[in-house]
């Protein structure tokens, strides 16, 4: 870290000139701290939350990594796949928003929400840890986001009464366990790009997603594709990034 | 054969009572032709139609199998799987109804329609083979048959627009390949059992059907069974079968 | 939930007619709770069972949708894949009768039984709770069930001795794991739809009901399908829906 | 198609209000050939190319189903994995632009390019048909397209040489065979979104492009999302529909 | 080959003791003929027929091998996987039994029968170039061999019928593709070896014989064990080996 | 129970003749617990031990199971897949030899050994449950066993210095997981039946033991079948079952 | 390529320095075909041969990529996976070498062999073209190498005859289908690092050489490690690159 | 045990010559404690470490083998797959250096480095467990090692800054887990052998390592083969092996 922070300094100080700093970051892009190497180009362009996926990481290396994005100026940082008991230990070091269905945490601020709506729809109520990690990314990242629950295809219905939200949204993320066809009759009432999560909900010939995941990449319907199997974050990033599109411009 | 002919002309001549004719074909119930034991119990008891499985067999073989089962009194025999050019070879020893699209031979005739409507439904053009294979099936064992083709959950307004057809079916035969979601909508639209059949067509992860299975398996749809893909004859048994219940009580 | 009462109400007080309360309930078919969207299409129609799956939910919501259905008139409810711990917390709140070896939680009263006789075999002594859960599905919905447990292939005898069950049933639901081969020998011996549903039992290259689910899709006996893995839910409720064709009309 | 077009013809002649002739191509949304139902939807809305897949559909169906396209007013029809010898047969009918490498068959006129770029990079020479059917389809679509080919992994430094390309692209499809790292990489170099577009290209391990596919699911790059293993024709289509975002509005 | 028939020599002309021959042989036990190298321990312990698996093999190939045995004293020669074609030209170099139905062709005379009945049963008529390959392998290797062909168990009454061969029999070889239930039957009736051969007969959920392997490994009957799919050639063998257990002490 | 037993004191003072308790066995071969179906052919044709598979079973059903079969003059029962703590549990009811290695229990008396060795071999250390469940199974069916443990192939001396074991067995169990290499290795030395038993040992790519299965399935040792992964005791009953071949007749 | 050229000739001339060069070198270190960009980094370090991947490129791609790799000054060039047809289209504009059972095409002059023996050893006759394909390529890249062919471990005395070979090797090739148990005999055996390729060689659960490859992956052997499936070229090219450490120090 | 120094002594002793002794030796190459048979092979010849394998073997058998090597002679022991709580059982009887992180115990004097350097290379914090077990044993077999972890794909400068380190290697492991892509890259820039380690680090259609295994297989970079998910030690072995090649000649 100290490199980077030193760099910075000497530009203050007017000791180098931006130009070289500019030359330094590219070539040192990042700190190591030997078990990470944190990344800083993303914030550096675009001041946006940087993300630290938990799962595989000691309480301590979550801390660690966090304090230096902390210490480099990030603003906002969200952790993925972190159980509420980790969550409770980073807490006693950095102030944590846990967010338990998602298994989320936040820290520092919320952004401010920018146009387009994301609809976050789902085939089923045991997809909600799944959805709730895709909604609160895309909120942290500045979105407005509009929750379907449990409105799977074999009460078409439900589905149905909702099709204003879906032909008005700028992209939706739609995820379903099971046999996955949430994904390819939204497919078809849209006209908006379609991110497909295949969640682990189910048993058996589930396969742990697997069938999900072959029915969403088979949908027969356009603008269709698919995310890992329960990364409902990948499909918050993504759908955030979809719906800025345009506006950045 | 010889065996259950001479049984049968000893009752007729008098020469041995019917009750002992009817012991001796209970426990040597079937023709041993070397490479087939055609089963004639079936026919005994219910007069329906008798299928050959054309697939693995010779024009020889299948010739060889109609002639036993016709000089044993058969009148309808179903030939499935059966190409075009070993149906012209059969075609010369007997004569045969070919329908190319569903690859199926008929010999004799086809039975009158009974009470209830058998609606099948395909995804796409392309599972048509399958689906003339289960409608001429259900034809030929007695049934009204309602085809529904090329209504997949992309444009699910195509599939709508026939709800009575599904409302009103006694049963339901949902054909589909790529990602199979057919079998899950129409299970929910549906009160009737709905008979699902994965088929091959589709590319890359469909896995030759295997994604439309395993989907179809899946379904969160009650009322909803599955059989092999492509498996059109099955199903198209399976729905007179189920129509017919309550009918010879 | 207030909506759907609210038209009601307005009916029965002359406020709206019934033609319009019928237009309403059906672009509003559901409750919308957050979590779950409970479906009363099929209440309203049938008058027979609602159900709950049990797996992925809290008891809260199954409490919370369960007090809805109720709420709303349903006379029973089945609640499937219930775990003692969570059918001791839901019987907090609502009168529960638990069976724990079909693990299945029923609210309120069990129909009469109807006409026609529903077969329930097993491979062997541990594909028990899948069976319990089918049979006790097909009485909540108005069935007689005739059970035949441990009944597998390898001792054909004992299968054998069973044929008259098996000759008169009116569907038959073949459970079993490992080589799953009780499927193909009932639905040679039977006149009936059958309906197989392969199990988890089983070790090694049974790989969790693989084995078993691919034999049965594999099935060289005519009129069988296949529902999901353990899903012995699945297969209660579509025998009973087979049971009752013809009865209704 | 009559009907349709009868209800246009009523609008023009006064004989129906433009109200009534909506509604009735809202309930009736489609022409039924028999053997397909083309949905006229999405063309109404927007006047877009319409797709026809030419896989499993014979020349006849293909010829059929564009004419009905045609007569109705489309005036671009895309038609993807048609090979050389069906694309003659059509093109006695109607003219064609057929482009081989892609398989892509065009009739009509190609629409004008829209603003923001979209760049399609391939692993390697041998994943060019599945690029060419991208590309097409992207351009058929009204995009500017950069093609990248043979910029593998391997030689990483190929891939740097045309960062410029990569950082400025609105969305990037990245297609690969073999191990599929391609959109890895490119995720990490790209601040927009990037379609993985897996192939059937390599051998042994490859297993028809499930390698490539489950590496790309497993992208430790956020932004990167998947479609069916070869499926060239999606990735372009939902490349169009991400680049034309807030071009719309 | 001229190392061993030097040794050979050299023992017949006294130029060395059969005890020096015994030993050079031993560590010197094959002929190297660059692309293969025949293996002559066997035949020159037990003087029983040698094999050469054909396929991947040209004929040139075969015909050294075969040569090269023949040369050494071998008595009979078993080619087994031998299309036709192949099989015609080596019977131009090598005077050959060609059986094609087992693909199987024999160089030599075929020993007598000895001892013991080996029951080869198939679940249809389709399954019999496995059956075959397994008979002829099984008789030139010097074995009694009833065949028991199409007795799959959808029709268990065929195979009932046969009860004393399957009682009496000193071992089985079962043959059954699509859910492969044979061996399990077989095995719950006999009190012997059951040796069971899956086949790829049988299409979609069939996997090219993955089902009946599956199967016929979680097989719920003890005795039963299992060789590759199609591998006729390694149950006719084994069969025979276990029928002359006890035979040669 | 009672009903055999009535039988047979029927027999004994003379109420029925013996012709007439042989047809009642017949057709009556088993006795109906409810949840499980003994079956007394077998015991009744051999007087060799019973087996109770374990696993999936109450320690109350076990005892009930047992307690009927020792009531039928039953000598020696063999329980396998039983963990201690079932084990205890059953041995305060029946008296019982638990072997903890092999997790079986053994009620009675153990059978004098038979003329024929069995040579049971494992690749590894982590092999010996499976192996001791095969080692004792065999030995109760009253065989001389001979254990051959951690002669894996990558030391492939270890397997050469017991070369004479082998080449002296009857019959051979190969017991490997990993690669499972072993059965290809000592199929090549020996001129008996190996049985190969697959174990789930390794980790990985072993996949649950699919690896050594695989292998085992693919060898190119003729001689050579295979059992369910991990199953010792269907090695033990079939490696039993050959080695008594001619003994008995 | 002319850039490259045209960078190098102004080195010559004096035009640029030869560091102002080496970094235009670096920064651009490939040609644009279009179809292809062939690397030079590697040739201008080392001087040795280059390789063309010839599956899935036309001839004329092949001879272009040829024409701009000696354009360049590439003396040796390796074309692997090249049927004899396309050769035969490429030996019209460029001078080939074809070997056709190893599928090989070699333009230019293989290099002198230099210390170090590589072995190269197969199962069986079938693994020929994949070893052919290894020992040709360690061959053209400047190897001795030792080709030991159908020593496969069914018959382990035909490998322990080589044992010196093996013993005295720097790096082996071991190559293997069906079960692929090869590699760890060998890898027992050796001392040096073991290169083991699984083939498609075998059939059923051979499935086209994952069996081998599982097998490989899981070898108790250690110093194995694995290359794809037929991958004769990657193991000759790893092999040649071991051989050769400590020779260019 | 005693047999072997038994030998010795004598040797020692003059009892026997060392010629007699080393062939005693040959033939009895090992030790048998009965549940294992240590090699003493690889010591005799070379004096480096030995390695237990720790998973699957109880801590007494784990002392059991460690004394018996000790007693023979052995400096250095390996203990991999040692669990905390295994490793402080055996610490009880054998002073022990244990490594959590790696899961290794060392028993015995670390050697010194030799020339050469091993890279080792991770794509996340989370394969550290996996790079350590390779670190380390590298270490104890001799070697040089350089750490680089957290450098994957998705940042390619993290990578691109160790271009040096990669570069100079001598060998290098390249690890990683979900897509795997990090071992593709690498081999492309560096010109040494690379072992590519996949790891179980991921979810979903990570399927346990199984993505990064076949990612990692069909590398489109030349020089890189591939050990089993997780394997460690395999990988650290390997490259001491070929980091050794030309030192000891």
Redesign the interface.
Known sequence: MSDIKEILKKVASGEITSEAAELKL?????EDL????P?Y??AV??GIAE?IYG???TAE?IVGIAHSLAAYGQETILITRLDAEKAAEVNKEISLDYRDTGRIGIIGKIPEKRAGKIVIAT????D?PVAEEAAITAEVFGNNVVRL??????????L??HSEDIMTA??IVAIAG????LA??I???A???V?AV?T????????????????????????????????GF?AG??AS???H???D?
Chains 1, 2, 3, 4, 5, 6, 7, 8 share one sequence.
């Open positions: 590219k070539t040192q892009p990042f030997g078990y990470a190497k990344d180009h993303r362009r675009q993300v799962a595989g990481k290396q085939g089923g109520t045991s909600m629950y449990d409105v799977g295809v074999a009460g078409i219905h439900r149905l009464y700028r992209v099971m046999e996955g066809a390819s009759v497919g078809g009432l006209d908006c790009p991110i295949p682990s909900v189910g048993y058996g010939a589930a396969f742990g997603g697997l069938a999900a995941l072959l029915s969403m990449l088979n949908s027969c319907a356009s603008g269709v594709s698919v995310v890992n199997i329960d990364n990948g990033y993504l990034m979809i719906n599109i345009g506006l411009e």
